[in-house]
């Protein structure tokens, strides 16, 4: 692993970089020769180098972490973890509470909210013996408003939104994983800018305790590799369960072997226009190595359903996001009535103002478009064993702010046209780091019909194993 110079740039080559893995380290916290203790101290020394640029953390919470490492150190001497990610560092998303940190939210309103709870996922880890080390920024209440952080490759571009910090503390090796959350690119994003990999799971699968207040919101898992990102979203539903009156996430608690898929549909989606030219050369190539591979590729010339899906899916980034809108429009306008600037302008007008101009008919009618949204993508599901998209719409763009006097920008964190479909869908979704376009990240995104999260691991395991990396 180089070093980031001076300038915090670091060119990304899918093929050559690594990120802190954690479950390769566990013979050695066996026999001795490393312990919990010791790795996170190097975590620590990492932070302590990079985040003066990157600024993935709203607080760390390192005495506590370090008495976490050494409890842990000793279950292991003694031949008794809690789990398979017993004394794994870990980052959680400030929008998820957290006893012994402040949960702020990214929001000005929300400074020095403390309350001294956990999420249940946070709970689950704990059980699990992972050492909660910190809290990672999020952008403002998980919407569009950039947030500080930068990207580990090079801080003049995005670590996109909303999970901006646990995308970039796993992209600079700072910790193995974070935990992330989505209602529509907000993990998948911060997955392909960071070269992570991330897991959204199907809708429920992963209880999100307090966070139950919008339809398409997950709880999901970045990690630099995909026995890690298994290995912690199955060690929290096993202990959580799934939101209730839905099924936890379910599959083996080991990582779901490498399978080679049968049959894939590529999907453009309506964010293929936007997908800048050479992005779309990589996907290219990683689609030619999948035929070659023997696997059947169905496209929308090729196959009537494919077609009618891609049809289904005029319009989803709207769909999606006055859905959003709608569903947290309580909650935005109370903190704006008690608190009148501690939201930004940009929340004002993409939470209250677009959802007072949807209002609840138009709420309805958003439902049943999702509904036969997802009608239509069930009817994929005995045709093909996933579908394949770029995970985002090219590597991280450059922010540089708002431009004076005009209207805020709509996406500064990214471009979420290729996320929305498995947040409407409640699909679940894998980011595979496979990609390097101009020295970033670009994300390749694989995913399933609703269920089928261990299956859609297990393919991806395949490619990232049996494919060969793209730089371009």
Same mark, same amino acid.
């Given at each position: 692993?180089?070093?980031?110079?001076?300038?915090?740039?670091?060119?990304?080559?899918?093929?050559?970089?690594?990120?802190?893995?954690?479950?390769?380290?566990?013979?050695?916290?066996?026999?001795?020769?490393?312990?919990?203790?010791?790795?996170?101290?190097?975590?620590?020394?990492?932070?302590?180098?990079?985040?003066?640029?990157?600024?993935?953390?709203?607080?760390?919470?390192?005495?506590?972490?370090?008495?976490?490492?050494?409890?842990?150190?000793?279950?292991?001497?003694?031949?008794?973890?809690?789990?398979?990610?017993?004394?794994?560092?870990?980052?959680?998303?400030?929008?998820?509470?957290?006893?012994?940190?402040?949960?702020?939210?990214?929001?000005?309103?929300?400074?020095?909210?403390?309350?001294?709870?956990?999420?249940?996922?946070?709970?689950?880890?704990?059980?699990?013996?992972?050492?909660?080390?910190?809290?990672?920024?999020?952008?403002?209440?998980?919407?569009?408003?950039?947030?500080?952080?930068?990207?580990?490759?090079?801080?003049?571009?995005?670590?996109?939104?909303?999970?901006?910090?646990?995308?970039?503390?796993?992209?600079?090796?700072?910790?193995?994983?974070? &935990? +992330?959350?989505?209602? *529509? #690119?907000?993990?998948? /994003? $911060? @997955?392909?800018?960071?070269? =992570?990999?991330?897991?959204?799971?199907?809708?429920?699968?992963?209880?999100?305790?307090?966070?139950?207040?919008?339809?398409?919101?997950?709880?999901?898992?970045?990690?630099?590799?995909?026995?890690?990102?298994?290995?912690?979203?199955?060690? &929290? +539903?096993?202990?959580? *369960? #799934?939101?209730?009156? /839905? $099924? @936890?996430?379910?599959?083996? =608690?080991?990582?779901?072997?490498?399978?080679?898929?049968?049959?894939?549909?590529?999907?453009?989606?309506?964010?293929?226009?936007?997908?800048?030219?050479?992005?779309?050369?990589?996907?290219?190539?990683?689609?030619?190595?999948?035929?070659?591979?023997?696997?059947?590729?169905?496209?929308?010339?090729?196959?009537?359903?494919?077609?009618?899906?891609?049809?289904?899916?005029?319009?989803?980034?709207?769909?999606?996001?006055?859905?959003?809108?709608?569903?947290?429009?309580?909650?935005?306008?109370?903190?704006?009535?008690?608190?009148?600037?501690?939201?930004?302008?940009?929340?004002?007008?993409?939470?209250?103002?677009?959802?007072?101009?949807?209002?609840?008919?138009?709420?309805?009618?958003?439902?049943?478009?999702?509904?036969?949204?997802?009608?239509?993508?069930?009817?994929?599901?005995?045709?093909?064993?996933?579908?394949?998209?770029?995970?985002?719409?090219?590597?991280?763009?450059?922010?540089?702010?708002?431009?004076?006097?005009?209207?805020?920008?709509?996406?500064?964190?990214?471009?979420?046209?290729?996320?929305?479909?498995?947040?409407?869908?409640?699909?679940?979704?894998?980011?595979?780091?496979?990609?390097?376009?101009?020295?970033?990240?670009?994300?390749?995104?694989?995913?399933?019909?609703?269920?089928?999260?261990?299956?859609?691991?297990?393919?991806?395991?395949?490619?990232?194993?049996?494919?060969?990396?793209?730089?371009?």
């Amino acid at each position: 692993m180089t070093s980031a110079r001076a300038d915090g740039v670091l060119a990304y080559d899918p093929a050559t970089f690594e990120g802190l893995r954690f479950h390769t380290s566990v013979t050695a916290f066996r026999d001795g020769t490393d312990s919990p203790r010791e790795y996170l101290e190097r975590c620590l020394a990492t932070i302590a180098e990079r985040e003066p640029v990157v600024r993935a953390w709203v607080v760390l919470n390192a005495d506590g972490a370090r008495q976490q490492a050494d409890d842990s150190t000793r279950r292991w001497q003694h031949g008794e973890p809690l789990s398979p990610i017993d004394g794994l560092p870990i980052g959680i998303k400030d929008l998820l509470e957290t006893r012994d940190m402040p949960t702020q939210m990214g929001c000005a309103a929300f400074a020095g909210n403390f309350p001294k709870r956990d999420n249940a996922a946070v709970w689950a880890l704990r059980r699990a013996g992972a050492v909660v080390l910190g809290k990672t920024v999020t952008t403002e209440l998980g919407g569009p408003e950039p947030s500080p952080t930068t990207n580990p490759f090079n801080p003049r571009h995005t670590p996109g939104g909303s999970s901006s910090g646990s995308g970039a503390a796993v992209g600079a090796r700072m910790v193995p994983a974070t &935990i +992330a959350t989505q209602t *529509g #690119g907000s993990l998948m /994003r $911060p @997955a392909s800018f960071n070269g =992570a990999w991330g897991l959204k799971p199907t809708q429920g699968a992963i209880n999100r305790g307090e966070r139950q207040t919008a339809s398409m919101t997950s709880h999901g898992v970045l990690a630099a590799c995909p026995e890690d990102m298994w290995l912690i979203a199955i060690a &929290i +539903a096993s202990r959580a *369960g #799934g939101d209730p009156g /839905r $099924p @936890a996430l379910h599959g083996p =608690a080991t990582p779901p072997p490498a399978r080679r898929p049968g049959t894939v549909a590529v999907i453009e989606t309506e964010a293929w226009e936007r997908l800048e030219p050479i992005s779309r050369g990589a996907f290219e190539q990683v689609i030619a190595q999948v035929e070659a591979a023997g696997v059947t590729v169905l496209r929308r010339a090729d196959d009537a359903v494919v077609e009618r899906f891609e049809r289904s899916l005029v319009g989803v980034t709207d769909l999606g996001s006055a859905i959003l809108a709608w569903e947290h429009y309580w909650a935005f306008r109370d903190i704006v009535a008690s608190t009148p600037d501690g939201v930004s302008a940009r929340g004002k007008r993409f939470f209250i103002e677009a959802a007072e101009q949807l209002g609840a008919a138009g709420y309805e009618e958003a439902l049943r478009t999702r509904a036969a949204v997802q009608a239509t993508y069930a009817l994929l599901g005995p045709r093909v064993d996933a579908v394949i998209a770029p995970t985002s719409s090219g590597p991280a763009p450059e922010w540089s702010g708002d431009v004076p006097g005009q209207e805020p920008v709509r996406w500064p964190t990214g471009d979420p046209g290729f996320n929305f479909p498995s947040s409407l869908l409640g699909a679940p979704a894998v980011n595979v780091p496979l990609m390097g376009v101009g020295g970033l990240p670009f994300g390749l995104q694989v995913m399933g019909q609703p269920g089928t999260d261990a299956k859609v691991t297990a393919i991806t395991r395949w490619m990232g194993e049996a494919l060969t990396p793209v730089s371009v």
